[in-house]
């Protein structure tokens, strides 16, 4: 039997669905029974009757899975799939800023421990940030976390006065303005999509073609027409990019932009997981009860 038929019977036989992010290795994606960005990920498994969910992600989208659907049996393969991002702000600190700003209303990004959610008013993902953000009551102050370069394009987008915490991707923010100039450089007339956590993005994202989420992403390879599209995300995405539409050449605005977090999980991991349980991801439930109110305004916006 094959790595896959094993992991297709052991699906069956666990009652499990396996959600995969469009970062995850091209094999893992491959197999699963939905791949997706973080928004479309949190609402099927939200939405999830099966005994088991195992998350080919990163620990908060297992998290965060474990939050919005808690009866049922979270696997993460890898406990080494962290987030870069997701560490920059802690429980604590955000305590500490919110004590500064008495009263703000507090937006944190999905990738945040389920901690820092339950300090949150609302989540959001690149997909619904503006969104979300829109929804503010007008002239109530507003703190956002952590990604500053999200939060700068939130800012710009929506013209709401915001405060930034100081976090960043460490996979985008390398994407910055030099790194643009020479991939444009290099591939003359292409278009760029970018994701809103690259790096600089004040000078970086008005000059891109679109910002979008990874879903976003997906949508557009699926209509564009261009014979060449310059992509300012994690290199896994193009996986899904290019066998949507062979005809259009999808190239890395940098070869060189991996999460490592995002490739800790392998088959054997997957198969490893179905077949031990393991590794089951649980929340203390007075934390899950408060950030799943965070979590559900962030799917309902
Ligand atoms: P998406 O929600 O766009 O999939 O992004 C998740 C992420 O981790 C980006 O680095
Ligand atoms: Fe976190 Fe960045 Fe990796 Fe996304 S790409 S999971 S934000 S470290």
Redesign the pocket.
Same mark, same amino acid.
């Given at each position: 039997m094959t790595l896959a038929e094993e992991i297709r019977t052991l699906k069956e036989e666990r009652d499990a669905v396996l959600l995969a +992010?469009?970062?995850q290795r091209p094999e893992v994606q491959d197999i699963a029974d939905f791949v997706g $960005?973080?928004?479309y990920l949190s609402r099927k498994a939200m939405e999830s009757d099966r005994s088991v969910i195992v998350f080919a992600g990163v620990r908060f989208m297992a998290e965060t899975a474990k939050i919005l659907n808690p009866r049922r049996t979270v696997l993460l393969p890898d406990l080494k799939a962290g %987030?870069g991002?997701a560490d920059a702000i802690t429980a604590e600190q955000l305590r500490a800023w919110k004590a500064e700003h008495p009263g703000a209303f507090v937006v944190a990004y999905?990738?945040t421990s389920a901690e820092v959610k339950a300090e949150a008013d609302v989540c959001c993902?690149?997909?619904n940030a503006l969104k979300v953000v829109q929804q503010v009551e007008p002239g109530r102050e507003i703190l956002f976390l952590p990604d500053m370069f999200l939060g700068d394009y939130v800012r710009r987008k929506t013209g709401r006065a915001m405060h930034l915490w100081v976090g960043d %991707?460490p996979?985008?923010a390398k994407l910055r303005p030099e790194t643009l100039a020479r991939a444009r450089a290099e591939h003359p007339g292409a278009p760029v999509v970018a +994701?809103p #956590?690259c790096g600089c993005a004040s000078q970086v994202l008005p000059e891109v073609d679109r910002v979008l989420?990874? $879903?976003g992403m997906v949508r557009f390879a699926e209509e564009t027409r261009d014979r060449e599209v310059l992509v300012a995300t #994690?290199v896994g995405i193009l996986h899904r990019m290019r066998r949507l539409n062979p005809t259009t050449r999808f190239s890395a605005l940098d070869a060189e932009a991996v %999460?490592p977090y995002m490739k800790e999980i392998d088959l054997e991991d997957v198969r490893d997981a179905l077949a031990r349980l393991q590794y089951r991801i649980e929340v203390d439930p007075e934390v899950a009860g408060k950030a799943r109110r965070a979590l559900e305004r962030m799917v309902a916006a």
């Open positions: +992010h469009n970062y $960005d973080s928004l %987030c991002l999905i990738n993902t690149s997909s %991707c996979v985008h +994701h #956590e989420s990874t $879903d #994690e %999460c």
